[in-house]
């Protein structure tokens, strides 16, 4: 039976919440953003959401009217018209229209925020955001929402957020809706990471039980990688340590997934080789290792100090702002 990627998502949820599985919120795509039964869905099990949507998102910052029946006085002329429905004088709008044109949103201050830091530095973003109606799947307003857009200070690039939780009610902070919001990059690297390094993608069956054996050989896999790099990594403390002490070229850097797995082809391609050869061929691979770290180490110093130069041209001191860290 055909399934959209929602109806998926939504199959995929309910059992999560079976096996007891629980989360503070969920995040998704503009994808799962757009499709406003995936979003009812997700309200119906009370399930708190930070998705992103698309711009063309369509809701109110006030209230409208909703008609429950007809009109006495209405015409009776052409088809007839379904209720309940949304009063003609305020009729719902584009998330962009919103924030370009609405007064609520128009009157606020961007709020600067540090996000995350990236391999290529501190990601700032610039954020406004407003109470908000989103249209559910019948048309009509919904509970209370928020409505959230952010704006990279360097890029100019806008997303817009859609969260059934508001800031400052509940115990609910911008702060932590914000760090859910971008949250999704790290889902999104484990799929690149499996499918570049591991091959989740590079399967060439035709009936299902293969395509689910090699998934869930490719997840196991990733799954030993992930683990080995946490278990001989060094915590990001000491990495930054390491970064500032002076013997830093003497200093290794994180592991990657991309790393491990190297390393594990060489311990399986030579574990029938002779000692001598066997010892080779780790040493090689080690020096290889290291010679990556450190070139990853400096490039990461290089992007970094490049974009906070970026930044305070910008006037914007990255540890003065807001952080979402």
Known sequence: MFRTKPQIAIGQIDRALEHGIE???????????????????????????VGEVPCDFHGWVKPPRVLRSAPKNARKRGRRKKYPRVARERPSCEARNLVRYSPVFREQRWQRYRIKNADRGPDVWEVK?????????????????????????LTGEMKYFVSNRVPDERGVTLRRLLRVAFRRWSVESCFREAKEELGLDHYEVRGWRCVHRHFYLTQVSHL???????EYDRSERESVVAMESEAEEKQTDRLT??????????????????????????REELDKQKYYQRRN?????????????????????????????
């Open 297 to 325: 180490r400096q490039a990461r110093k290089s992007h970094t100090k490049t974009r906070v130069a970026r930044l305070l041209a910008l006037g914007l001191d990255v540890d003065r702002i807001k952080t979402c860290l």
């Open 23 to 49: 989360v503070w919120a969920w995040t998704f795509d503009e994808l799962y953003g757009r499709d406003y039964t995936f979003l009812d869905a997700l309200e119906s099990r009370r399930q708190r959401f």
């Open 224 to 230: 030993f990688c992930a683990r080995v790099r946490q």
């Open 129 to 153: 955001w407003s109470v908000f109606w989103r249209k559910n799947a019948q048309g009509l307003p919904g509970r209370r929402h928020a409505l959230i857009v952010a704006r990279n200070v």
């Open 257 to 282: 997934v991309e790393q491990v797995r190297s390393a594990m082809n060489v311990w399986l391609s030579t574990s029938d080789l002779p000692t001598s050869v066997r010892h080779e061929r780790y």
